[in-house]
């Protein structure tokens, strides 16, 4: 896509999975200036060499981030991975804040999809409340409201082959399951691009079910890979016995709640507008993904 605005072009996270994929995305598109920002600067200093400016900042850590934000420019808030009760909200609204102090003139913040009142995903409150945060600053801005990642499915297909099964508290519920290259796809396309303020639902192209997941891990397998639906109670029992804190447990396993209940049934075309290219189905990534799923790396 064309590049409709100029830099900085500011990354938050950018040392983590989805940060650095959009990094490389700019870089790739050819964007100026790229400014990455990361807790951890020293892990980034092979940006450095390429012509990124990194920069420290901590949203946990508010004073930090005058000199991260400084300049203004377009700014990625990739939304924090901390399940601890409050934390994520409060380190959002510092990140919010200290971008409407330095000036930066459009913002894109990695969502939740389907975030309201109701939604049974035990963190769905602190995307909600940080959108309306950064609707409340009168900065232009760019929710991407991502669905779950297909990277997910990896972990548990894998659980699936060796056990023999699928097990999952979904029902027969649907996901619009996206791969973290098409969000980080997406961010990159609505930071060079997008105008205005608009909400974006970032999916797949098709959401599908526990059991058409199961129908392609038994491909994969070359065996028969059962779905076999079980309680939100079973679920977290397992995964508790597999080590994973309680609260933890109650987080994952209101993903399937939601699947369950049809929060996560959502499709729509906005990867493909935002970055000219439709996004890889579910089935497609399993497959592409056959040997970590099988452990024949």
Excluded: W
Aim: hydrophobic content about 45%; aromatic content about 6%; some cysteine.
């Amino acid at each position: 896509m064309s590049n409709a605005f100029k830099g900085p072009f500011i990354v938050t996270g950018a040392s983590g999975q989805l940060g650095s994929q959009v990094i490389e995305n700019l870089l790739a598109q050819g964007a100026e200036r790229l400014v990455a920002i990361t807790r951890t600067p020293e892990k980034l200093a092979a940006l450095r060499e390429r012509g990124v400016e990194v920069r420290a900042g901590d949203f946990n850590d508010p004073a930090t981030l005058g000199a991260a934000f400084a300049g203004g420019g377009r700014l990625l808030i990739i939304s924090t991975d901390d399940l601890a009760p409050g934390k994520r909200l409060a380190a959002h609204g510092n990140a919010v804040s200290a971008a409407k102090e330095a000036g930066v003139s459009h913002i894109v913040y990695t969502s939740l999809t389907s975030p309201d009142g109701n939604s049974p995903i035990g963190f769905a409150a602190d995307h909600r409340e940080t959108e309306t945060a950064i609707k409340q600053t009168g900065i232009p801005h760019t929710i991407l409201r991502n669905c779950l990642y297909a990277d997910l499915l990896l972990m548990n297909g894998q659980q699936a082959v060796g056990a023999g099964a699928l097990y999952a508290a979904a029902g027969d519920g649907k996901a619009g399951y996206v791969t973290r290259a098409d969000c980080a796809r997406a961010a990159a396309g609505a930071l060079l691009a997008e105008a205005g303020s608009s909400v974006r639902d970032i999916t797949g192209p098709q959401a599908v079910t526990q059991t058409e997941i199961a129908q392609v891990l038994s491909e994969i397998a070359g065996k028969e890979i059962p779905y076999v639906p079980i309680t939100r109670g079973a679920l977290v029992a397992a995964m508790v016995e597999n080590g994973l804190p309680e609260f933890m447990a109650d987080v994952f396993s209101s993903f399937d709640v939601a699947i369950a209940e049809g929060y996560l049934d959502v499709t729509t075309s906005d990867v493909e507008a935002l970055t000219g290219r439709k996004p890889q189905s579910v089935r497609d990534f399993l497959l592409a993904n056959k040997a970590a799923l099988t452990g024949l790396e």
